[in-house]
């Protein structure tokens, strides 16, 4: 119960294979680069928001008829 044979690895390799075929990794890898990115930028615009559309404080004055 040590590791893993060669032949072990050659059955991995196999079904790594079969489910993802060939250049289907480097695409999901590209699919993954696109969502990071798309999430940084989203991140940005939230930052970088007009002050129009965010809230804005109101000041109250103290009742002076006291």
């Given at each position: 119960?040590?590791?893993?044979?060669?032949?072990?690895?050659?059955?991995?390799?196999?079904?790594?294979?079969?489910?993802?075929?060939?250049?289907?990794?480097?695409?999901?890898?590209?699919?993954?680069?696109?969502?990071?990115?798309?999430?940084?930028?989203?991140?940005?615009?939230?930052?970088?928001?007009?002050?129009?559309?965010?809230?804005?404080?109101?000041?109250?004055k103290?009742?002076?008829?006291?």
């Amino acid at each position: 119960m040590g590791s893993f044979s060669m032949w072990h690895w050659l059955i991995v390799l196999v079904i790594v294979l079969l489910l993802f075929g060939r250049g289907k990794i480097p695409e999901l890898m590209g699919d993954v680069a696109k969502g990071i990115k798309s999430f940084k930028k989203g991140m940005n615009d939230e930052d970088t928001t007009p002050e129009s559309t965010t809230a804005k404080t109101v000041d109250h004055k103290a009742d002076e008829t006291k």
